[in-house]
């Protein structure tokens, strides 16, 4: 069973930085395309950012210069540097396993940024 656990969140000040990480057990990830979400109170989650099995990056527009997706396929382990914090950042960060048919979600991350 696919099983993925985020870990890397906390509270940070405007400005600040995170790096979030994803460990992925239960298959290797060299298959799947890769994706954290966000979810703030009261919103939808959104996509924040992802890479493909090929490692083709892509990012939402508020994110873009500010945060960055990798992979490590020997690890597998998939990060998410975040810099240049803002309040509106603050969410439940996600990890995501996709492939044809089937998606694979994590529990979730808190990262909460304040002064």
């Known amino acids: 069973q696919v099983q993925l656990v985020e870990s890397g969140g906390g509270l940070v000040q405007p400005g600040g930085s995170l790096r979030l990480s994803c460990a992925v057990s239960g298959s290797i990830i060299s298959i799947f395309a890769m994706d954290w979400y966000r979810q703030a109170p009261g919103k939808e989650r959104e996509l924040v950012a992802g890479?493909?099995?090929?490692?083709?990056?892509y990012y939402a527009d508020s994110m873009k210069g500010r945060f960055t997706i990798g992979r490590d396929d020997f690890k597998n382990m998939v990060y998410l540097q975040m810099n240049m914090l803002k309040p509106e950042d603050t969410a439940v960060y996600y990890c995501k396993a996709t492939m044809p048919g089937i998606d694979y979600w994590g529990q979730g991350t808190q990262v909460t940024v304040s002064s």
């Open positions: 890479i493909s099995s090929g490692g083709k990056t």
